[in-house]
């Protein structure tokens, strides 16, 4: 099972959008509506933003949202702050049954 | 509120078997609705599932095609937690090691993470 295609990297100034895409194939992406997303910083276990393409945990703030179309998914965030800087990753059900994306560093300019 | 706390060495040799635990507090490892996973990171793989256990009236596991033959994990419901054994590594098992809950096809929460590095 291949990883998920990532940009990189993702960058904007405070108070602009982010959008970062996770492509995948009609084996994982594209065949279940069970992508979730992750924030993790330096040191620290990654933690939930998003699950089930756009839902959010309690206590993600409604800046964060997800998307799917076809085989390709998106995160969003809105509203950039300082604390938004991070790597982002992508997961989706693929039967194996997980699979993880190549991750995307986010910076806030 | 969950908490995952993993122990274990951070050092195996070539060849051994790599042994971590998990201990669950605010959940049970017979929950009937989550799954408890190890997830690993590396920079040269990035993260990486590696499998899961879970109980659903009966005890399942799966796990990933990468390590399939040699990977163990076990729930331990006498003392609430579950465990990771993955036998013949090698220096490319050098990572960073998670456990994870499994609710709704998210992980939502994670152990702090072992470094476990493979050297003699």
């Known amino acids: 099972q291949s990883a998920l295609t990532q940009p990189p990297s993702a960058s904007g100034s405070p108070g602009q959008s982010v959008t970062i895409s996770c492509t995948g194939t009609s084996s994982d992406v594209g065949a279940y509506n069970y992508v979730s997303w992750y924030q993790q910083h330096p040191g620290k276990a990654p933690k939930l933003m998003i699950y089930e393409v756009s839902k959010r945990p309690s206590g993600v703030p409604d800046r964060f949202s997800g998307s799917k179309s076809g085989n390709t998914a998106s995160l969003t965030v809105s509203g950039l702050q300082a604390e938004d800087e991070a790597d982002y990753y992508c997961s989706s059900y693929a039967g194996t049954p997980y699979v993880f994306g190549t991750g995307t560093k986010v910076t806030v300019l | 509120q969950v908490q995952l706390q993993q122990s274990g060495p951070g050092l195996v040799k070539p060849s051994q078997t790599l042994s971590l635990t998990c201990a669950i507090s605010?959940?049970?490892?017979?929950?009937?609705?989550?799954?408890w996973n190890w997830i690993r990171q590396s920079p040269s793989r990035g993260l990486e599932w590696l499998g899961r256990t879970y109980y659903r009236s009966k005890w399942f596991n799966d796990s990933a095609v990468s390590v399939k033959s040699r990977i163990t994990i076990n729930p331990d419901t006498s003392k609430n937690q579950f465990s990771l054994q993955l036998n013949s590594v090698a220096p490319e098992d050098t990572a960073v090691y998670y456990c994870?809950?499994?609710?709704?096809?998210?992980?939502?929460?994670w152990g702090q993470g072992t470094l476990v590095t493979v050297s003699s």
């Open positions: 994870a809950r499994e609710i709704g096809e998210g992980f939502d929460y």
């Open positions: 605010g959940d049970s490892v017979s929950s009937n609705s989550g799954a």
